[in-house]
């Protein structure tokens, strides 16, 4: 046989290859929230009505859809803002939970809106009975405990310019090997 991988003598055979892998290896749904302030520096939260409690402006990423597409079409569709989000704040796993299975959680700075952006707000889409915004402990009381961890985990990456890594809304430290 020789030496060359499969991708370079059939490449037919290796398409079929990573076919099959695509069909049968596990998906994960995605969701993408905006960690978005008023001007007095509270978070803006809303209040879905297909769901209880308040949460985080976003949504689940469509099929093929990446994070920062999903968020920047959720904005538009529930809100009415045209907002490109900069970087992320929070990446959490989910572990399954109830009928739920897996899921990765982003969640983006989208800084501050001005008085005419925060008035043009529209809840045009249906999803959502309403929004307002809150200071960091009153949103955290709104919010369900695994977004609550997110959000307050994202508040703080903001305020120091970081990234931060969740598992099940907890921040993961791996063990560092002894040598």
């Not at 009381?141 to 931060?164: C, D, E, S």
């Amino acid at each position: 046989m020789s030496g060359q991988p499969l991708y370079q003598r059939d490449p037919a055979a290796w398409q079929a290859h990573l076919a099959e892998g695509n069909a049968t290896q596990p998906r994960k749904r995605v969701s993408a929230d905006a960690l978005i302030r008023d001007p007095q520096g509270r978070i803006l939260l809303v209040d879905p009505g297909y769901k209880p409690g308040w949460d985080l402006p976003g949504g689940m990423a469509e099929a093929n859809e990446s994070p920062a597409a999903c968020i920047q079409r959720e904005l538009r569709e529930e809100l009415g803002l045209a907002l490109r989000p900069g970087r992320v704040l929070v990446i959490d796993w989910v572990p399954p939970h109830s009928v739920w299975d897996d899921m990765i959680a982003f969640i983006f700075h989208a800084g501050t809106l001005t008085p005419a952006e925060i008035h043009s707000i529209r809840l045009d889409d249906g999803e959502l009975d309403g929004f307002a915004f809150f200071d960091d402990d009153e949103a955290a009381a709104r919010l369900r405990p695994r977004a609550q961890q997110r959000m307050t985990a994202a508040a703080a990456a903001a305020q120091v310019g970081a990234t931060v890594y969740l598992q099940d809304g907890q921040p993961w430290a791996p063990a560092v090997a002894k040598v």
